[in-house]
């Protein structure tokens, strides 16, 4: 039996139905399905009851699309008369092979265009399934009608085994064209999220990740790592004087001319409109890396065609270098970019080395101790960024985003202290206290405002697999006095990596029994494979701000976004728009029907004495997240399910 979401009874019909296929296919001819031989199911019904069939059928695919008409969901489907001819002149030339029990190689096409069909057009599975149900059904009562009581028996039990197997070849050509649309969507938001569309260069996540792990195989290895910044000289009056189709040519052949002239260990990526950067890992002497900018230089240099014209254009370059220059990624890249300055300030067309020393900007000695009284100074924050609904505007949660107030430093990210603290015992206490502090919030504004949305709170995959998890969530809300509905718990799609640890998914089970919500941040980023997903209880899917930021101008991303609301409908999970920053975003985000958005267009991250007074100057009152339903159907459909 195939593991489904446990929130839809609709997927679990569906895997009972889908298993049998599978073992109907595997065991082949001599095999039983529900009593009955492949060859007694291909002699199908008695030529008189065929007949009495095929007479009622017009009248019940009348009732049919009457019914479907009634569905807003559906009734767009079915708005044309022609269509509505075509679709029942093919459904009675379909059920007519059902009943001969023709499941031939024309009938196996038919049936796959039939799911292909619905896949395409985001009809549900699970109104496929009410219409096929709804013309058996009537079936059933004309043969009751009309024959004897034994001889009705007799061929309503044959007319179920063949109806069986027909939805069974629709519902696998569905998944088949599900599945086939999943592994190419995959592959694109894996490129999307970690390369860039235009020049199809690394982006500037794949970049850092990529600089992260130069910087410790330096130090393994005791060799340099140089970091290069450069951007086209006077790219603005290129793109004034020539339009930008000239300009987003010369970027591609930026990219193209790096990704030749480059080394394979060497990491290129645009980082901006007409900024790159370039790791270049594995060198003992200066003079090498500087042979790198020379040569960038030179290639760069050359002219590029447009439309039978010659375009001149030249770059400046910035380096760095590791250690001599910096000692994190992000001192590294920021004293490149004074030394492209440098070199723009100085004529342009030319390459300069940073002339300062390397600055310490990693946590200081002993921070761990000082993360540790933390807690007792107060000096953890949470901020909370609004979730909205997309259709409605409403406020329906938050997102409580983590920071430490040092006396010191400042404001300091997670980024730069989670994962020491993850490798630490204090990672239990944090995760105690991220959930503490995010259930007395959410008690607070229920009490102040009438809150009766939710709040997330993010917890690392550590966090996640520790066995005082349960006990620590089941302490928070009590002692805050807040009902679990009301908690999501967020973890990265990394978890779908582990989703083999049984412990683990019994875990996040006993969190849904409780009532806790679980979603899954920055989704599509990840290496876990969509396939994965279907096993673990998933309330919501975040779908990652790398897809939504290059939305509005880049159709791949359009694609994936409405792939993964189209994957959220299915398997009954709300889908979160991180990132949302314009209002064009929203719109077509909102024109998908995605369900919210998070992002700096509805509000920045908020502190926590904020939150209220935002609320309130919205003149609202948070809401609870809409129950999210397959379509509604009519009472009639329904009934005959």
């Not at 979401?5 to 569906?14: A, K």
């Not at 340099?224 to 006077?234: E, Q, S, T």
């Not at 005082?468 to 969530?473: D, K, M, P, T, Y």
């Not at 973890?491 to 679980?518: A, N, P």
Request: aromatic content about 8%; proline content about 4%.
């Amino acid at each position: 039996m195939m593991d489904v979401p446990e929130t839809s009874v609709h997927w679990r019909r569906l895997a009972l139905l889908q298993d049998a296929l599978a073992t109907w296919r595997a065991q082949g001819r001599g095999m039983l399905l529900f009593g009955s031989s492949a060859e007694e199911l291909r002699a199908g019904l008695g030529e008189d009851v065929r007949r009495i069939l095929m007479d009622a059928l017009p009248q019940i695919l009348d009732s049919l699309y009457t019914e479907i008409g009634a569905i807003p969901e559906l009734a767009p489907l079915v708005e044309s008369h022609a269509t509505v001819e075509r679709l029942k002149r093919a459904q009675l030339a379909h059920w007519d092979a059902v009943f001969a029990g023709a499941f031939d190689a024309r009938y196996a096409e038919r049936a796959r265009r039939v799911g292909e069909t619905h896949y395409v057009a985001g009809v549900d599975p699970g109104a496929y399934l009410l219409g096929h149900n709804f013309v058996t059904s009537r079936l059933n009562v004309v043969l009751v009608k009309s024959l004897p009581p034994d001889r009705a028996a007799q061929a309503v039990q044959h007319l179920g085994k063949l109806a069986t197997v027909d939805v069974c070849l629709a519902l696998d050509a569905y998944w088949a064209a599900a599945g086939r649309e999943f592994a190419r969507i995959e592959g694109e938001m894996h490129r999307l999220a970690l390369y860039d569309s235009l020049t199809r260069l690394a982006n500037r996540r794949l970049f850092d990740d990529r600089l992260r792990q130069a910087l410790r195989a330096a130090d393994r290895g005791g060799h340099m790592v140089g970091v290069l910044r450069l951007d086209v000289d006077d790219f603005k009056s290129l793109n004034d004087g020539y339009g930008h189709q000239a300009g987003d040519l010369v970027l591609r052949l930026v990219g193209r001319r790096l990704s030749r002239h480059l080394r394979r260990v060497d990491t290129a990526a645009r980082v901006g409109g007409d900024e790159f950067a370039i790791i270049v890992p594995g060198f003992a002497r200066l003079e090498d890396f500087a042979e790198v900018a020379r040569r960038i230089l030179r290639v760069l240099g050359r002219p590029y065609r447009y439309r039978g014209r010659r375009i001149h254009g030249t770059v400046s370059v910035g380096c760095a270098l590791y250690p001599r220059h910096g000692l994190t990624p992000e001192s590294l890249l920021a004293n490149a970019d004074r030394a492209l300055y440098r070199a723009k300030s100085r004529g342009r067309n030319r390459y300069e080395f940073y002339q300062g020393k390397a600055r310490q900007t990693r946590l200081p000695s002993g921070w761990l101790s000082d993360f540790d009284r933390a807690f007792e100074n107060r000096q953890l924050r949470f901020f909370y960024q609004p979730q909205v609904d997309l259709q409605s505007g409403r406020v329906r949660g938050f997102e409580a985003l983590l920071r430490w107030q040092h006396p010191r430093l400042g404001l300091i990210t997670p980024d730069r202290f989670l994962p020491v603290v993850e490798r630490s015992a204090l990672m239990h206490r944090l995760a105690a206290w991220s959930l503490e502090r995010g259930c007395r919030m959410l008690a607070r504004l229920r009490a102040e405002t009438g809150f009766a949305g939710s709040i997330a709170v993010n917890l690392s995959q550590t966090q996640i697999r520790a066995r005082e998890l349960v006990e620590a969530v089941e302490r928070a809300l009590g002692d805050a006095g807040v009902p679990a509905e009301r908690l999501e718990l967020e973890m990265t799609e990394d978890v779908l990596i582990e989703q083999k640890d049984r412990q683990l998914l019994e875990r996040l089970r006993h969190l849904r029994r409780l009532g806790v919500t679980i979603a899954l941040d920055d989704f599509g980023t990840g290496y876990a494979s969509l396939v994965h997903l279907s096993r673990l209880p998933v309330d919501c899917l975040k779908l990652d701000r790398s897809f939504v930021s290059d939305i509005a101008h880049g159709a791949t991303a359009r694609r994936i976004a409405q792939t993964v609301v189209r994957l959220g409908r299915h398997i009954h999970a709300r889908v979160v728009a991180e990132g949302v920053e314009t209002e064009e975003q929203a719109e077509m985000l909102r024109r998908m029907q995605c369900h919210l958005g998070q992002g700096y267009w509805f509000a920045r991250p908020l502190p926590e004495e904020e939150v209220n007074d935002w609320l309130l100057a919205r003149g609202e009152r948070a809401e609870a997240p809409p129950e999210l339903r397959l379509p509604a159907s009519s009472p009639s459909l329904t009934a005959s399910a």
